[in-house]
């Protein structure tokens, strides 16, 4: 799915580009989809499986081999082989996600500033509003997936933002920090 939040950044970096009201630009690169999953528009995605270079939904933050957005959907879960269809995968990019943002009392609590480190929010108490693995945090949660274009400060209540990213899982290195 597509980002789903509703509340705005606390302030907003660059503009993406004049006019362009898409929520991903960037390389797109296309990848067979596992057995027995779904993939929808806006889904994080790992891969599932090297040899054979398919994909399933990011779930968890441990062990996750993030390579980026879903830009299509495909449903093979009634499938019980790779699909032989493909989906489109934002490798490189700008793209407008959902962002966790806990309230003082939270763990994932970190205020997101303009080119903060962006991490796959976990499975803690924090995310009853997002599923495990499909939002992202500036709470360190493993390895850094993304980088924020605009700033969120702590809600007086937990609440999900949309706001821009940058990506890049083109190259073997982290983000450097």
């Not at 503009?15 to 993939?39: E, F, K, P, T």
């Not at 480190?117 to 924090?126: E, I, K, R």
């Amino acid at each position: 799915m597509a980002y789903t939040a509703t509340k705005e950044p606390t302030g907003y970096g660059q503009m993406m580009a004049s006019g362009n009201d898409s929520w991903a630009m960037g390389r797109v690169w296309s990848y067979l989809v596992s057995s027995a999953v779904s993939i929808a528009k806006g889904d994080f995605v790992k891969l599932a499986s090297s040899t054979s270079g398919t994909i399933n939904k990011c779930s968890s933050t441990a062990g996750t081999t993030f390579i980026g957005i879903a830009v299509g959907a495909l449903d093979n879960s009634a499938g019980t082989v790779a699909s032989t269809n493909t989906v489109g995968v934002l490798r490189e990019g700008i793209a407008i996600v959902d962002i966790l943002v806990a309230s003082s009392s939270g763990t994932q609590k970190t205020v997101v500033y303009q080119d903060s480190l962006l991490y796959l929010a976990d499975d803690d108490s924090d995310t009853a509003l997002v599923t495990v693995g499909q939002a992202l945090t500036g709470t360190d949660n493993g390895e850094p997936v993304a980088r924020s274009i605009d700033y969120i400060a702590v809600p007086a209540a937990t609440a999900v933002f949309k706001g821009r990213v940058y990506i890049n899982t083109l190259i073997k290195a982290p983000f450097i920090v």
